[in-house]
């Protein structure tokens, strides 16, 4: 019999205590407490944790009640200890999808490379479950080959900073504050109606305001940029219990040629400034998107992870 609770913003304490002991890599875009939370205020479906084994188990269950994992549980336990309570919570998400007529769907969607290599360690992974691959790749950015951008390899990087410093010398580059709210708002309805339309498979919608809002409490980090009294860029992100950094938001008026750029290299430094011991940071998967790819490339990641799903072997 498994309880399932809500989780509430009061829940982060207690996700970051279980990311941290995590045995495995927690480096998956979607693990971490932030993006977990802010499901509640999506309309499309319900978000849950609960306790097996003494891992911390996030579920989701849409309208049409199918349930799944959206990331792997949290705690300490090796690959073992992790398919054993993997094992237990699909056949709560079969047992629930069962019940809603649903069949032949994920039970854990996703997780990337670096977890399923991790998983497959266990002697009974293959006994319970097997992978699908996901389109898209999940990229990490170096932080110290974005701090200092030698080589020709980030001369387009370069000229576009060097472009936007000298054509908007009087730019205002800060941190957000709880005043600006209105004018993010706004960035982010013109934001839909331009690059919106290009990457539609960005779907921040249901997310962007509550972490906006509640930045603070998420300890989540924000950047705007603002040029004549107007804020014409935002992005955002933090550092997770782990060490590990993570891009999440990036909003901004395309008119402004070099302010893409401009926001990633500010928060790469703002972050590194405030957390020297970061390495890398996760800025999430192009979802198979190729312009989307082709911008995260010029970045040169040192990290390119597959994704995928897993499905249970009924």
Known sequence: MIRLENITLADKSLYDTYIK????????????????????HSRNLKIYKTFINDFLVTFI??????????????GSG????????????????????????????????????AQLSYLKQAPDFSTYFYESKLTGLERHYSIKKLLTLKGKEFQ??????????????????????????KQVKELNKLWINESGKKYKRIIDGFYFEPIIKNHQSLNHTILVIEIDNKIVGL?????LPNKNAWGC??????????????LTIEFIKALHKEHPYITTINVGSDLGDKGLAFNKERYRPVHNYKRYCLY???
């Open 21 to 40: 002991s995590c045995q495995y890599p927690v480096n998956c875009w979607s693990g971490n407490f932030t993006y977990i939370w802010a499901h509640n």
């Open 61 to 74: 269950r849409t309208n049409k009640g199918r349930m799944y994992l959206p990331t792997l549980p949290f």
């Open 78 to 113: 090796n690959p073992n200890q992790l398919i054993e309570c993997l094992r237990i919570a699909s056949l709560v998400c079969l047992n629930q999808n069962k019940a809603a007529n649903i069949s032949n769907k994920a039970v854990i969607n996703p997780i990337n490379e």
């Open 156 to 181: 387009q990087i370069r000229n576009k900073l060097n472009r936007f410093k000298k054509k908007y010398p009087h730019a205002i580059i800060r941190k957000y504050e709880d005043k600006d709210f």
């Open 235 to 239: 992005i955002s992100g933090e550092v």
């Open 249 to 262: 938001l990036t909003k901004f008026d395309k008119n402004y040629d070099g302010i893409s750029e401009t």
């Open 312 to 314: 249970y072997k009924q």
